[in-house]
């Protein structure tokens, strides 16, 4: 972003990395819940998750204080984040860094590529980053003839199976042991043919093949889970030591992250630190903090370049009614408490980011074309219960949000749909006692459809409705009758 | 207490039932419930379906309606209220009427659920109801989230004389209604609903009660279909029921099967 680059903040761009699935949430959703599998693998994954995470939140007496904190900070810096991204280019710069700003997918692609052909390199490790994969940044260096290898285990196995990530924390979640050790025999170089899905004999075979690129990668590609804009720390967060590997052997290493994880001070940690690794993974702290500033001679790599990504968040954060979004530091608590993601999994978004919180996020950094975008219907992908709200380490209002990106759904309809006309009809029916009323006659005429009182079918929309549940046949007299017959 | 009934358009239309009995207790408990007959709806389908500007003329009828009705309001809804308390003064905001935000907040700040009403407001939690039956509580999620009614519900059901309360597991799962999520992700709002089923069929209650006409109809609805044998009572109606008055019998989707007080354990 240059400082001549004045206008409205656009937003991802279409057809690069992956924000957006090809089909609306309910007719992917109806593939994802047929598969018993995936039902059997997500239901177990996400009750295990929520067990340790109520667990764990449990033992922290000022647990509601320090996800206030966390909010609060998040607030402060979506207010001047502009600021706080220059000083955190200082400090990085300052510390020997090299920062590179980019407008959206395309431009971070680019400058990725570029560093990594500066260097010769045509292996690049990765640690495991939501970021490059929104930007389809494998894809993209795959094409200067670069080959990306995830070292996060569950990432490595997406990978090898030309799967795509379902979940935050654990990519694989709709994988059980049986299906990773069918996909290492099929596609991991050398492996073990005798292999069995020992959870053991599987890791010590990522390893293996793990061992192999750490020690011959040169450069490593990473996200950041936070940024300090004082002192230039950027971190990352990890369970297995795959991340702290790829910081610290190769000769360079390349971070991209989204504008919205930088925080002002390095003592925000001390809040986020707590908050993380009990929503995330339910521990009361994750095995592996890495963070670093800047190059440190002869120490780590050498080169540190930070590409800043944009990508739609800049107008997400002109959105006053969904900036709140940009709060979320990727835990994935809100994806293991939503009752619709436990039964559809990730995938069924379309988009990297998944659940309640991608269900706001995503739309909103691609804008939403109409009412055939499938990121229209991610909004709707919810029953608004609000588990997400109680789950959420940052306090994100997510069933509020949710409503907003509703609305905008509904505002990038250009011409009225079947459903708008219906409900201004029925808005105009209940803004007026007498419409009401008389509304209120015409559905009480129902009650001849079902003479036992149990209606088993209704025509469309209503067959959404029967199709698993009768509908009870309206009363013999409405509430309001009852009253003006007894009561005056 | 002179108290304003909501009846909300679902109560009102579809299931009157709860609505007679939530004025039954508070007219047993003494209290002087109005009905102004010009309500009609708060607007909560059209809001969470994302029809905020739509919502407004609903939310502003609904604030003239009750703004001066009575001292207090109640509904025998969760989600009625919560979209009350929770959403008409942001409809008012963003359609730039302050005034109505205003008035709205100094409604919902006067508008309960019905054991909010009965436990906070009127401090009571003994209605002397009389209700011999197995009986599993669903909280509704507005209910619970929203309104955070916490154990309000279950203290006054644990009053009722006759009554064998029986844990539901799992209950603070969302049972799939969502309103039009009901109806626009069917599939996965049924799938939701199993879960639930199961759960209530593994409590061995023979009745599934709640605070929310709304969920105890897509509850009972499923379990209607299942002919499972265990029915739907609103919370009000079994507060309302006495050992001289008529049983509680709210959504009945087959009159032929489930029989007054006769509920057929799993």
């Given at each position: 972003m240059s400082s001549t680059d004045l206008g409205m903040p656009t937003t991802a761009p279409d057809g690069?990395?992956?924000?957006?699935?090809?089909?609306p949430f309910p007719a992917a959703a109806h593939r994802a819940l047929a598969d018993t599998q995936l039902r059997r693998n997500l239901g177990h994954a996400t009750r295990t998750i929520r067990a340790k995470r109520a667990g764990v939140v449990a033992e922290v007496p000022d647990w509601e204080e320090l996800r206030r904190a966390g909010e609060a900070i998040k607030a402060d810096t979506m207010a001047r984040l502009p600021e706080l991204l220059e000083q955190l280019e200082a400090s990085v710069t300052a510390r020997g860094g090299v920062v590179h700003w980019a407008r959206d997918a395309t431009e971070a692609n680019a400058i990725v590529a570029g560093l990594v052909r500066d260097t010769g390199a045509d292996e690049v490790v990765k640690v495991k980053s939501i970021a490059t994969q929104e930007i389809g940044l494998n894809e993209a260096l795959a094409e200067q003839g670069i080959t990306a290898t995830e070292t996060d285990l569950a990432e490595l196995i997406v990978q090898l199976s030309d799967d795509r990530p379902s979940h935050f924390l654990v990519p694989a979640i709709h994988r059980n042991r049986s299906e990773i050790r069918d996909i290492f025999l099929r596609a991991m170089p050398g492996v073990d043919p005798d292999l069995t899905d020992d959870p053991r004999r599987l890791a010590m075979a990522a390893r293996a093949h793990l061992r192999r690129k750490f020690l011959s990668a040169r450069v490593a590609i990473s996200g950041a889970n936070f940024a300090a804009a004082d002192t230039g720390t950027i971190s990352v967060v990890e369970s297995e030591g795959n991340g702290r590997m790829c910081l610290t052997l190769p000769d360079t290493l390349i971070t991209v992250m989204g504008v919205e994880k930088v925080v002002p001070r390095w003592s925000d940690m001390e809040v986020f630190l707590q908050l993380l690794p009990r929503s995330s993974t339910g521990e009361r702290m994750n095995p592996y903090t890495s963070t670093w500033s800047g190059v440190t001679p002869g120490d780590g790599p050498q080169t540190f370049h930070l590409v800043l990504l944009d990508n739609g968040r800049s107008n997400v954060l002109a959105s006053e009614d969904g900036r709140s979004a940009l709060h979320c530091i990727r835990c994935s608590a809100c994806l293991n408490v939503c009752p619709v993601y436990e039964r559809t999994g990730g995938h069924a978004y379309g988009s990297v980011y998944p659940g309640p919180i991608g269900a706001v996020l995503s739309p909103q950094l691609t804008g939403i074309s109409g009412p055939d975008d499938p990121n229209a219907s991610l909004p709707y992908a919810s029953s608004l219960c609000g588990a997400c709200f109680d789950a959420c380490p940052v306090r994100i209002d997510i069933p509020n949000l949710l409503v907003q990106q509703r609305a905008a759904s509904i505002a990038a309809h250009r011409t009225p749909t079947a459903q708008d006309l219906a409900m201004r009809t029925v808005a105009a029916a209940m803004v007026s006692p007498g419409r009401f009323r008389a509304a209120e006659r015409v559905l009480g005429l129902g009650r001849f459809a079902g003479r036992s009182g149990r209606i088993r079918f209704l025509p469309y929309p209503g067959s959404q409705w029967t199709s698993a549940r009768d509908a009870p046949a309206p009363p013999a007299e409405t509430f309001r009758q009852w009253w003006k017959r007894t009561r005056s | 207490m002179r108290i304003a009934l909501v009846a909300t358009c679902l109560g009102d239309a579809m299931f009157p039932q709860a609505l007679k009995a939530t004025v039954e207790i508070l007219e047993r408990l003494g209290h002087e419930v109005v009905f102004p007959s010009d309500q009609t709806c708060c607007g909560q389908m059209h809001v969470n379906t994302g029809y905020l500007d739509m919502a407004l003329p609903l939310v502003r009828h609904h604030v003239e309606v009750f703004a001066d009705a009575a001292e207090v309001a109640v509904a025998p809804s969760g989600s009625c209220v919560g979209c009350v308390r929770h959403q008409h003064a942001m409809v008012a905001r963003r359609g730039g009427d302050e005034d109505l935000a205003r008035a709205a907040e100094d409604l919902a700040g006067r508008t309960y659920e019905l054991s909010e009403l009965l436990v906070d407001v009127l401090g009571v939690t003994d209605v002397g109801a009389y209700y011999p039956h197995r009986v599993t509580y669903h909280p509704t999620c507005h209910s619970l989230r929203m309104l955070r009614v916490g154990d309000k519900p279950l203290r006054l059901l644990r009053a009722v004389r006759g009554l064998h309360l029986v844990e539901l597991p799992d209950a603070e799962v969302c049972c799939g209604f969502g309103g039009t999520f009901a109806v626009k992700n069917a599939e996965v709002s049924t799938a939701m609903l199993a879960d639930k089923m199961a759960n209530v069929l593994t409590s061995g209650a023979e009745v599934c009660t709640a605070g929310d006409s709304s969920c105890l109809m897509h509850i009972g609805g499923g379990l209607s279909r299942l002919r499972s044998g265990v029915r739907t009572v609103h919370l009000a109606e079994i507060l309302a029921s006495t050992e001289d008055g008529t049983p509680a019998r709210d959504i009945v989707f087959d009159t032929t099967e489930v029989g007054e007080g006769k509920g057929v354990h799993p």
């Amino acid at each position: 972003m240059s400082s001549t680059d004045l206008g409205m903040p656009t937003t991802a761009p279409d057809g690069v990395g992956f924000l957006r699935g090809s089909e609306p949430f309910p007719a992917a959703a109806h593939r994802a819940l047929a598969d018993t599998q995936l039902r059997r693998n997500l239901g177990h994954a996400t009750r295990t998750i929520r067990a340790k995470r109520a667990g764990v939140v449990a033992e922290v007496p000022d647990w509601e204080e320090l996800r206030r904190a966390g909010e609060a900070i998040k607030a402060d810096t979506m207010a001047r984040l502009p600021e706080l991204l220059e000083q955190l280019e200082a400090s990085v710069t300052a510390r020997g860094g090299v920062v590179h700003w980019a407008r959206d997918a395309t431009e971070a692609n680019a400058i990725v590529a570029g560093l990594v052909r500066d260097t010769g390199a045509d292996e690049v490790v990765k640690v495991k980053s939501i970021a490059t994969q929104e930007i389809g940044l494998n894809e993209a260096l795959a094409e200067q003839g670069i080959t990306a290898t995830e070292t996060d285990l569950a990432e490595l196995i997406v990978q090898l199976s030309d799967d795509r990530p379902s979940h935050f924390l654990v990519p694989a979640i709709h994988r059980n042991r049986s299906e990773i050790r069918d996909i290492f025999l099929r596609a991991m170089p050398g492996v073990d043919p005798d292999l069995t899905d020992d959870p053991r004999r599987l890791a010590m075979a990522a390893r293996a093949h793990l061992r192999r690129k750490f020690l011959s990668a040169r450069v490593a590609i990473s996200g950041a889970n936070f940024a300090a804009a004082d002192t230039g720390t950027i971190s990352v967060v990890e369970s297995e030591g795959n991340g702290r590997m790829c910081l610290t052997l190769p000769d360079t290493l390349i971070t991209v992250m989204g504008v919205e994880k930088v925080v002002p001070r390095w003592s925000d940690m001390e809040v986020f630190l707590q908050l993380l690794p009990r929503s995330s993974t339910g521990e009361r702290m994750n095995p592996y903090t890495s963070t670093w500033s800047g190059v440190t001679p002869g120490d780590g790599p050498q080169t540190f370049h930070l590409v800043l990504l944009d990508n739609g968040r800049s107008n997400v954060l002109a959105s006053e009614d969904g900036r709140s979004a940009l709060h979320c530091i990727r835990c994935s608590a809100c994806l293991n408490v939503c009752p619709v993601y436990e039964r559809t999994g990730g995938h069924a978004y379309g988009s990297v980011y998944p659940g309640p919180i991608g269900a706001v996020l995503s739309p909103q950094l691609t804008g939403i074309s109409g009412p055939d975008d499938p990121n229209a219907s991610l909004p709707y992908a919810s029953s608004l219960c609000g588990a997400c709200f109680d789950a959420c380490p940052v306090r994100i209002d997510i069933p509020n949000l949710l409503v907003q990106q509703r609305a905008a759904s509904i505002a990038a309809h250009r011409t009225p749909t079947a459903q708008d006309l219906a409900m201004r009809t029925v808005a105009a029916a209940m803004v007026s006692p007498g419409r009401f009323r008389a509304a209120e006659r015409v559905l009480g005429l129902g009650r001849f459809a079902g003479r036992s009182g149990r209606i088993r079918f209704l025509p469309y929309p209503g067959s959404q409705w029967t199709s698993a549940r009768d509908a009870p046949a309206p009363p013999a007299e409405t509430f309001r009758q009852w009253w003006k017959r007894t009561r005056s | 207490m002179r108290i304003a009934l909501v009846a909300t358009c679902l109560g009102d239309a579809m299931f009157p039932q709860a609505l007679k009995a939530t004025v039954e207790i508070l007219e047993r408990l003494g209290h002087e419930v109005v009905f102004p007959s010009d309500q009609t709806c708060c607007g909560q389908m059209h809001v969470n379906t994302g029809y905020l500007d739509m919502a407004l003329p609903l939310v502003r009828h609904h604030v003239e309606v009750f703004a001066d009705a009575a001292e207090v309001a109640v509904a025998p809804s969760g989600s009625c209220v919560g979209c009350v308390r929770h959403q008409h003064a942001m409809v008012a905001r963003r359609g730039g009427d302050e005034d109505l935000a205003r008035a709205a907040e100094d409604l919902a700040g006067r508008t309960y659920e019905l054991s909010e009403l009965l436990v906070d407001v009127l401090g009571v939690t003994d209605v002397g109801a009389y209700y011999p039956h197995r009986v599993t509580y669903h909280p509704t999620c507005h209910s619970l989230r929203m309104l955070r009614v916490g154990d309000k519900p279950l203290r006054l059901l644990r009053a009722v004389r006759g009554l064998h309360l029986v844990e539901l597991p799992d209950a603070e799962v969302c049972c799939g209604f969502g309103g039009t999520f009901a109806v626009k992700n069917a599939e996965v709002s049924t799938a939701m609903l199993a879960d639930k089923m199961a759960n209530v069929l593994t409590s061995g209650a023979e009745v599934c009660t709640a605070g929310d006409s709304s969920c105890l109809m897509h509850i009972g609805g499923g379990l209607s279909r299942l002919r499972s044998g265990v029915r739907t009572v609103h919370l009000a109606e079994i507060l309302a029921s006495t050992e001289d008055g008529t049983p509680a019998r709210d959504i009945v989707f087959d009159t032929t099967e489930v029989g007054e007080g006769k509920g057929v354990h799993p």
